[in-house]
């Protein structure tokens, strides 16, 4: 309220600095790695071709061992592309109101809600040259939300693809529907025409050093049977086939957000197609996903682990820091501008974060029944 005062009467508005991700510190120098706590399942839920939410396990699949040498451009005409959306949080926290009743009243305090694509992108950002990103923040009741912000000039450029890249991505897809079956111990195969509306979550909860995490995030398929722990969880990935040193060092850059990817929700395994650039598959190769740091360590295209594990703790902690005094009270009747942050990330300059203004804040409501982004039935299952 203070700073909305403070805008109106033509003051700038709060804003901080965050100095670039260092990717000098080490374990040794810097102390104790920071600690990140095994991930904990919260519960599950899919989304069917509809893009309705269920909380239940229809859209799980189930691993199959792909066809030799598949072609990864098979079904692509038949492709349902869901279309690109905003980084809304709707579908976590509707799984967030169902759950936290069973834990403990102040079990969130200091704590962040999250899509895991948005904590791979903090993590990740140590090692990240190329893109950029945003986010818009809001802390409630001591609850600091995350979303990825997307502005309608970079939600276009997602949306239209140039051919070649959007077979690219189809390709991906594609591998996934060879690797799947909506029925365990399936024959190998095609596994249906793809339909990206489709898909099967897990939420869960962690701590990265003092901060509770609960993180959401798709989960491609699973081993076997169970569901109930985290053990038969596999990510599926394609990468070009590795012919050389530069390829090498290439794919293991990839391998820190594949890791990351996989690590925030606890995936122990991932499975990589090697495909040629025309969509043939080759090689299919399985990773555990807590053994690839030490297989990419001193090579030519090596991260650490904790060097983004340090980071990652330093950006909540500033994060935190800057929205804890925010008081919002209930929307009811009362039209007052919430607090909404906007935190931004340019790789080879770092973080800021600043306030939004009024005019800013109506851009992130779009209109719709928000508080700020949060979805007004949050809100109010949110104050009791
Ligand atoms: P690949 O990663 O195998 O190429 P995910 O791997 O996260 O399950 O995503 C499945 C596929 O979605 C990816 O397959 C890729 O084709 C596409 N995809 C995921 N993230 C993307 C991104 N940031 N940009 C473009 N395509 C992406
Ligand atoms: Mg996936
Ligand atoms: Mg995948």
């Given amino acids: 309220e203070r700073e909305v005062e403070a805008a109106a009467a033509g003051k700038p508005l709060p804003r901080l600095e965050l100095t670039y991700p260092s990717k000098t510190l080490s374990p040794g ?20 071709s509809e893009r309705e939410l269920r909380f239940d396990d229809s859209s799980l699949r189930y691993y199959v061992d792909p066809p030799h040498g598949a072609d990864l451009r098979h079904g692509y005409e038949k492709w349902i592309k869901r279309p690109e ?14 759950v936290r009743n069973g834990l403990p009243d102040e079990f969130m305090n200091g704590g962040v809600i999250a899509w895991r694509g948005v904590m791979t992108r903090i993590l990740t950002a140590p090692y990240e040259e190329r893109e950029g990103w ?9 609850t600091v939300y995350l979303e990825e912000h997307i502005s309608d000039a970079k939600l276009l450029e997602k ?13 991906g897809y594609s591998f996934e529907s ?17 339909d990206t509306n489709i898909q099967w979550c897990s939420v869960v909860k962690t701590k990265l050093g003092n901060t509770r995490l609960v993180i959401g995030g798709e989960v491609d398929c699973v081993r076997g049977k169970s569901t109930k722990t985290n053990d038969t969880l596999v990510e599926l990935k394609t990468s070009l086939t590795i012919r050389g040193q530069q390829d090498e060092s290439r794919f293991e850059k990839k391998l820190l ?9 606890g995936v122990p395994e991932i499975i990589v197609g090697f495909r040629s650039p025309a ?38 902690e500033f994060v935190k820091e800057a929205v804890q005094g925010d008081v919002h009270s209930a929307p009811d009747g009362v039209e007052e501008v919430p607090v909404v942050w906007r935190v931004e990330f340019k790789p080879g300059v770092g973080i800021s974060m600043s306030q ?5 804040v109506e851009e992130v409501q779009e209109g719709s029944d928000r508080y700020g982004f949060l979805p007004r039935w949050y809100w109010e299952g949110s104050l009791y």
């Fill in 29 to 48: 120098e810097n102390g104790p790695p920071v600690p990140f706590q095994q991930p904990t399942p919260l519960t599950t839920f899919s989304y069917d």
């Fill in 85 to 98: 959306e905003k980084g809304r949080l709707d579908g976590l926290l509707r799984a967030w109101l169902r």
């Fill in 134 to 142: 945003q986010l818009n923040v809001m802390c409630v009741n001591g």
């Fill in 159 to 171: 949306e239209n693809l140039t051919p070649h890249h959007r077979l690219q991505t189809y390709y």
């Fill in 178 to 194: 060879f690797c799947t079956s909506g029925m365990p111990h399936a024959k190998t195969g095609w596994g249906g025409d793809v």
């Fill in 257 to 265: 957000k594949f890791y990351f990817q996989s690590f925030l929700l």
């Fill in 279 to 316: 969509g043939k598959l080759g090689t299919v190769q399985s990773f555990q996903t807590m053994q690839i740091p030490r297989m990419v360590r001193g090579k030519p295209g090596s991260w650490d682990p904790n060097v983004c594990l340090g980071w990652g703790e330093r950006f909540l």
């Fill in 356 to 360: 939004l203004g009024p005019e800013a």
